[in-house]
């Protein structure tokens, strides 16, 4: 935590809270459930909106409540003009219109980023607090190098380097096994190792894109995002899977080695009791990469939101703290998830109401927003053709 955090901290300090409850929200997702079958799909974006609006009007700083005034009709537009795009280019595609497909394909590269800053700010200024909205302003350009640019030109950097580490076994015999597998072994470990670099990059730059071009009303947030803290998190985070990988391949790859060696004996009783095992041993599997996957992602989620709500101020005197735990946020998505499946779906609202809950009594607001001056900005929501097609691209933004 910086200096200026520390003095606005001693300053005042007070939690988001949410008055949401599991019974409220259930009336409001079962309709959008049914309503959303009957329609075919074609209500999900009002229920999309009505589930956001309701989760925002629960959740209050300071005795002020949040509102969400985005509309289902202009996420709906957004969203069926995404969907015929697609269809389009997979028509392209299955038609062999190459030059079509490639030029439909290249307008998708060129434009998306500045699509998608137009539906943040869309989003942002949908998002109001004691009646004064959210903004968001970024040039196209820096969006796209920070959302495709960089991370592209990375990527081939990586995979390059990992090209040139295998071109090494080009004149390698069938007797140089082990300096093959050797060389494969250490291009894997350079390929892992580059994409947690290439996301704690991606994701310092993202962040810094988005808080710095940030405001509330007319006072505006910053930030200073380190990417040597961001790429440490992800490594990290990439490294706690590891293990659960190797205990997944200690457990199958000697059940595909009897089953290979028992294709050979001819003996179809012998092969099917092997295969049932081999079931049984899956199921193992999937559960043990299952706590894996549920394990990286809770540390990856939980270190990076409380960096980066530690490292932004608004306006130099209001700062932020967030306060989950990694046990504590793996407690929340295990509990949720056997909430939801042991009901069949049906324990859905109350799962997502205890996790508004723990985010809520752990996100920290530090200083006195009263003495801001909090004035709404003068930003109207554009109205253009193509601030309306992309409204939809980023319906929900997560902090």
């Given amino acids: 935590m910086s200096e200026i955090q520390t003095e606005i901290e001693e300053t005042h300090s007070r939690s988001l809270v949410f008055h949401g409850t599991g019974k409220g929200y259930f009336k409001i997702w079962i309709v959008n459930v049914l309503l959303t079958i009957v329609t075919l799909g074609v209500y999900g974006a009002w229920a999309f909106v009505r589930s956001k609006r309701y989760l925002y009007n629960h959740t209050e700083l300071?005795?002020?409540?949040?509102?969400?005034?985005?509309?289902?009709?202009?996420?709906?537009?957004?969203?069926?003009?995404?969907?015929?795009?697609?269809?389009?280019?997979?028509?392209?595609?299955?038609?062999r219109h190459s030059l079509t497909a490639a030029a439909m394909g290249g307008l998708l590269i060129l434009f998306l980023p500045y699509l998608l800053v137009q539906s943040i700010r869309y989003q942002m200024q949908s998002t109001t607090l004691n009646n004064v909205r959210f903004n968001f302003k970024c040039s196209g350009f820096k969006a796209w190098w920070v959302m495709l640019g960089?991370?592209?030109?990375?990527?081939?950097?990586?995979?390059?380097?990992?090209?040139?580490?295998?071109?090494?076994?080009?004149?390698?015999?069938?007797?140089?096994?082990?300096?093959i597998i050797i060389t494969a072994v250490i291009a894997v470990l350079v390929g892992i190792l580059g994409m947690g670099i290439i996301q704690g990059v991606a994701t310092a730059l993202g962040l810094n894109l988005l808080f710095n071009n940030l405001s509330f009303g007319k006072q505006t947030f910053s930030t200073d995002i380190s990417f040597k803290k961001c790429i440490t998190i992800c490594l990290i985070s990439i490294s706690l899977m590891i293990p659960f990988i190797l205990i997944v391949l200690n457990l199958v790859l000697p059940s595909y080695l009897e089953i290979a060696s028992t294709a050979f004996l001819d003996n179809p009783d012998l092969l099917a009791e092997k295969m049932n095992s081999l079931q049984a041993t899956m199921a193992v599997?999937?559960?043990?990469?299952?706590?894996?996957?549920?394990?990286?992602?809770?540390?990856?989620?939980?270190?990076?939101?409380?960096?980066?709500?530690?490292?932004?101020?608004?306006?130099?005197?209001?700062?932020?703290?967030?306060?989950?735990?990694?046990?504590?946020?793996?407690?929340?998505?295990?509990?949720?998830?056997?909430?939801?499946?042991?009901?069949?779906?049906?324990?859905?609202?109350?799962?997502?109401?205890?996790?508004?809950?723990?985010?809520?009594?752990?996100?920290?607001?530090?200083?006195?927003?009263?003495?801001?001056?909090?004035?709404?900005?003068?930003?109207?929501?554009?109205?253009?053709?193509?601030?309306?097609?992309?409204?939809?691209?980023?319906?929900?933004i997560s902090l």
């Fill in 150 to 179: 960089c991370p592209l030109l990375m990527g081939l950097g990586v995979g390059l380097i990992c090209v040139l580490i295998m071109s090494t076994c080009s004149s390698a015999t069938l007797f140089d096994m082990q300096r």
């Fill in 285 to 396: 599997a999937y559960l043990v990469y299952l706590l894996g996957i549920i394990i990286c992602a809770s540390f990856l989620y939980v270190k990076m939101r409380n960096y980066y709500y530690s490292a932004v101020v608004l306006s130099g005197r209001v700062a932020f703290r967030s306060t989950l735990t990694i046990s504590g946020f793996m407690g929340q998505v295990i509990i949720n998830i056997l909430i939801t499946v042991c009901t069949l779906g049906f324990g859905y609202p109350w799962a997502r109401i205890r996790y508004c809950h723990y985010l809520a009594n752990n996100t920290w607001v530090d200083g006195d927003l009263d003495s801001l001056n909090l004035e709404d900005h003068e930003d109207k929501i554009a109205t253009d053709i193509v601030s309306r097609l992309s409204r939809g691209l980023v319906p929900n």
């Fill in 62 to 95: 300071s005795g002020s409540r949040f509102d969400y005034k985005a509309t289902g009709g202009a996420i709906f537009v957004s969203w069926l003009c995404l969907l015929i795009y697609i269809f389009a280019l997979e028509g392209a595609l299955i038609g």
